[in-house]
């Protein structure tokens, strides 16, 4: 960790994405944020089935100060709105997740899904184009063959960046119920796309065909009891993958083990202390999000009031629980009325594991430090829009006895919250302190504080990695 | 059946909290699902039952047939989109369209206010 000054987690505003008026149409609610893997690109999914890709500028990135400029690379339409006409409902072309390949040559490939089908997507530049054809104007019409006397041959000549989305494959009808997740494995040739019940592992270059690989639907439906949340592959291990559930537990699967992986290897569960059960227990337990560490040794989950950070070698307990939004406890009756209680939030893991953020409401996002036990509150807002703009952190008081006394300006009460400012999708740089956080219908792009180079707490490029 | 017995548990706990109402500190949540019982009596206690778990798998309305389906989304396409004036270009009843007279599928889909 890097030494000097008082190590307070200081970020600062960037960019925001989208537009600033308060009607929000449905299409343009962002569903899904993800970095490629080195952090160049940034992609978005919207509830439109729309993806827009951002792209880092090349000429900001030596400036520690404008380095996460990023900036429109290409947009397309992933998915439209489909009729299934046997159970007559609607399958929505909102992107439910985005998931990069790692860069195998000049083109870059992403998979995009919605409910029920997965799409691979190669987005390439074009930057050259031939001219000089024989037979044909450079308008495109076409030359009387009669009229040509001499023949050449035509050649590449420079053109404006045109930067192309092809769909290269299509993974549909393998899943009866919802998508939740995709998960790109390790060894770059298959992914695996997860439902409510199953979950199917794929070839990427073979799309008419792919194997279930767990399946927790009952024989009888009247037993079901929990359903899969989320999944992912670990990040080195091609043969591991963990799926959650909606009770709270996270499965770890070998596939080495047998072809059909229903018997789990290890079982991550915290029992459940009976004193605190209540009807809204199960809801709050179901798990929304896991993250395996870049390591791949430590596992994260995230429930609707905490982030769990779990060893993958201790299955009883996790190691760190962290407290996203507590004074939550006291609202659970109208959260439930009004359906956020089944609201799903992400999280992320920063590059080196070292901290992990996840979204709030009121447009508040959390950061938890893990080796310097700091937790932030920061806020995603228009107000605080000049660029290079330390954000303030924030806090919540519980009204009554212990809080909000004396009015300061960076606290807010509980019943003051807006709970449709939600923020459910975050996204960490690969490899630098660069955060992109989507609220409803805007992506905020902030960047951890330059340190002045002339100033006594001198820090090197390296240390500037490990501060948050 | 463990259920009901889960359910005879919380029965008394709903009324030992009555008693305690006071002390709202030692189980906020206890408190707040005393409220939601006190809304709704009616409630099935059972939040990890089949039946609460296979709402959540068939998420969205159900529509009648494709026709329903296609009304229903012209409808919020109407409301959505805005107004870009009398099409110049659409040919109706004067005879019988050729393809030339077609417009070409229009781009019924708006770009993202992202990349604007």
């Known amino acids: ?468 | 059946m463990s259920s009901e017995n889960l359910d005879s548990d919380t029965q008394i706990d709903y009324e030992d909290e009555k008693q305690d109402s006071q002390e709202k500190n030692s189980s906020p949540i206890k408190s707040e699902e005393a409220k939601l019982k006190a809304k709704y009596p009616s409630l099935n206690h059972k939040p990890g039952g089949s039946d609460f778990l296979m709402k959540r798998l068939q998420k969205g309305p159900k529509y009648f047939d494709s026709g329903d389906y296609n009304m229903a989304k012209a409808k919020m396409k109407n409301k959505q989109l805005p107004v870009a004036g009398p099409d110049k270009n659409l040919v109706t009843g004067d005879h019988i369209p050729t393809p030339q007279d077609l417009p070409q599928r229009k781009s019924s889909l708006v770009t993202s206010k992202l990349a604007g």
Not at chain 1, 126 to 149: A, Q
Not at chain 1, 391 to 403: A, E, W
Request: proline share 4%; with cysteine; aromatic share 10%.
């Open chain 1, 1 to 468: 960790m890097a030494g000097g000054g008082s190590e307070d987690m200081q970020w600062c505003f960037s960019q925001v994405k989208g537009a600033i008026d308060d009607d929000v149409a449905e299409a343009d609610i962002i569903s899904t944020v993800e970095f490629n893997h080195s952090g160049e690109l940034l992609a978005t999914g919207d509830r439109g089935g729309r993806v827009v890709i951002f792209q880092q500028e090349v000429e900001n990135k030596s400036v520690p100060e404008y380095r996460s400029e990023y900036n429109v690379y290409s947009t397309f339409q992933s998915h439209e709105p489909e009729f299934d006409y046997l159970k007559s409902l609607e399958i929505e072309e909102k992107i439910n997740k985005i998931r990069w390949l790692p860069q195998k040559n000049a083109s870059q490939f992403l998979l995009s899904t919605n409910d029920k089908t997965i799409k691979l997507w190669k987005i390439s530049e074009r930057d050259k184009r031939p001219e000089g054809y024989n037979l044909k104007e450079e308008d495109g019409r076409y030359i009387n063959p009669g009229n040509v006397t001499s023949l050449r041959v035509p050649v590449f000549r420079p053109m404006d960046l045109m930067v192309e989305a092809s769909p290269r494959r299509v993974f549909s009808n393998a899943h009866t119920y919802h998508i939740n997740s995709i998960s790109v494995n390790s060894d770059h040739e298959t992914y695996l796309s997860a439902d409510d019940l199953r979950v199917n592992l794929w070839n990427l270059e073979i799309n008419d065909r792919s194997f279930n690989i767990v399946d927790i639907k009952p024989a009888n439906m009247e037993d079901l009891t929990e359903i899969i949340t989320a999944a992912e592959f670990h990040p080195n291990h091609c043969h591991t993958l963990v799926y959650s559930s909606s009770k709270g537990s996270i499965r770890l699967c070998d596939m080495r083990a047998s072809a059909l992986c229903d018997q789990h290897t290890k079982l991550f569960e915290e029992p459940e202390d009976p004193s605190n059960r209540s009807f809204f227990s199960e809801i709050i337990s179901s798990i929304s999000d896991v993250k395996f560490s870049h390591s791949g040794r430590y596992l994260m989950t995230r429930d609707y009031l905490t982030v769990k950070i779990w060893d993958l070698n201790m299955e009883n307990r996790p190691i760190e629980t962290y407290q996203v939004h507590e004074y939550l406890r006291n609202k659970m009756c109208s959260l439930y009325e009004n359906d956020c209680l089944f609201d799903k939030f992400e999280c992320c893991w920063n590059g080196n594991d070292s901290v992990v953020m996840t979204g709030s409401y009121n447009n508040f996002f959390r950061m938890f430090d893990r080796a310097q036990r700091r937790d932030a509150t920061l806020e995603a807002s228009r107000e605080h829009n000049l660029p290079l703009q330390l954000l303030k952190p924030r806090r919540v008081c519980t009204g009554g006895g212990g809080g909000c006394s004396k009015r300061k300006k960076d606290e807010i009460s509980v019943d003051s919250l807006d709970f449709n400012k939600k923020i459910l999708h975050t996204a960490w740089h690969p490899n630098d302190n660069i955060i992109a956080v989507a609220t409803i219908n805007n992506l905020y792009i902030f960047q951890d504080k330059v340190s002045d180079p002339d100033s006594a707490d001198d820090l090197s490029a390296s240390d500037m990695m490990c501060t948050i």
